[in-house]
């Protein structure tokens, strides 16, 4: 199973960008997925968390500014980023939690996003 993140890149401050993930190899389903990022010295931490039933849950810096979505027949998750921050710029990570013969929790490579005030 792999995780493909793109959708990353720099954006003026207040701008939008949408972040993709795309799941891939094997046959499985995806119970829970999640948005993480880290900036430059700092821990990664949750940003956006998405159930298979479509409940989500958002760090307090994000609420209102962010939406993550997915959709399961094409195994893609998505971070909808608005009114976008300098604080915003890092790192960003999907992960996701599979249900089958390869179950576990896969991380996909980071992209980048960054910020300009």
């Known amino acids: 199973v792999q995780l493909q993140a793109s959708g990353g890149g720099l954006v003026q401050a207040g701008g939008s960008l949408r972040l993709s993930c795309a799941a891939s190899?094997?046959?499985?389903?995806?119970?829970?997925m999640g948005w993480y990022r880290q900036a430059p010295g700092k821990q990664r931490e949750l940003v956006a968390s998405?159930?298979?039933?479509?409940?989500?849950d958002y760090a307090d810096s994000v609420k209102g500014r962010f939406t993550i979505s997915r959709d399961n027949a094409k195994n893609t998750g998505y971070l909808q980023m608005n009114s976008l921050k300098s604080e915003d710029t890092a790192v960003y990570y999907c992960?996701?939690?599979?249900?089958?013969?390869?179950?576990?929790?896969?991380w996909g490579r980071g992209t980048q996003v960054t910020v300009s005030s």
């Open positions: 998405i159930t298979s039933g479509a409940g989500t």
């Open positions: 992960n996701a939690k599979v249900l089958g013969l390869f179950s576990g929790t896969y």
């Open positions: 190899g094997g046959f499985f389903s995806i119970s829970d």
